[in-house]
């Protein structure tokens, strides 16, 4: 997520995050819980995810704003996509 779209979050956005534990880097909508602000850096998000209730603290580019905006590339998409046009499966 861009900066300015991270520092526009506010409680109650609904978010999509990217499991950075999952080793299909899975992703899980949720709605962010808390922001606090800081002056001179991003500011400081926590997610609430919606399958499991657990709130975590991504990092902002493992975060995309609800409904996705196709516009904008995701690194973690494109790697998948590769993987599964491969054909065993598995990126080169």
């Known amino acids: 997520m861009l900066t300015f779209r991270w520092n ?6 609904r978010v999509l995050v990217h499991d950075d534990n999952s080793a299909g880097l ?24 919606d399958s499991t209730g657990r ?22 998409y494109d790697s998948i996509a590769t993987a599964s046009s491969e054909p065993d499966g598995l990126a080169a």
């Open 26 to 49: 899975d992703t899980n909508e949720g709605v962010v819980a808390i922001v606090q602000p800081r002056r001179a850096s991003t500011n400081d998000v926590a997610i609430r995810v």
């Open 55 to 76: 709130v975590v603290r991504p990092r902002r580019r493992a975060v995309h704003q609800l409904p996705l905006d196709r516009r904008f590339t995701c690194w973690r």
């Open 8 to 13: 526009a979050l506010r409680t109650g956005d």
